[in-house]
Nanobody, 124 residues
Framework: QVQLVESGGGLVQVGDSLRLSCAAS????????MGWFRQAPGKERESVAA????????FYADSVKGRFTISRDNAKNTVYLQMNSLRPEDTAVYYC?????????????????WGQGTQVTVSS
């Protein structure tokens, strides 16, 4: 079992940056693909970024490419999502997930464990 706890969300202005953290416990994140998803009000949850456990090129949704960066610190058992140049359309609840797949899993069904989410609100 893996427990995931997200933090770092908040209310920011357009163009600001935030770094989300996902602290894992129970198992090491080195054994898992790790991903970030988000869900905006009235919309389905969507994949934002994903990092494989074997060093594959990370996956990024087209809407965040060049602005968001996923990284992992295996020593701290923590995954990060650095979000720059934030836009109002980035407003959502952001979820961290862990999955026992090989590549940078981009689909929800590939993930076995989920955090509770952290709210990000970008104000114009």
């Amino acid at each position: 079992q893996v427990q995931l706890v997200e933090s770092g969300g908040g209310l920011v202005q357009v163009g600001d940056s935030l770094r989300l953290s996902c602290a894992a416990s129970g198992r090491t994140i080195g054994s898992y693909a790790m991903g970030w998803f988000r869900q905006a009000p009235g919309k389905e949850r969507e994949s934002v970024a994903a990092s494989s456990r074997f060093g594959h090129t990370p996956f990024y949704a087209d809407s965040v490419k060049g602005r968001f960066t996923i990284s992992r610190d295996n020593a701290k058992n923590t995954v990060y999502l650095q979000m720059n140049s934030l836009r109002p359309e980035d407003t959502a609840v952001y979820y961290c997930a862990a999955g026992a797949t090989v590549g940078p899993a981009r689909y929800q069904y590939e993930y076995n464990y989920w955090g509770q989410g952290t709210q990000v609100t970008v104000s114009s």
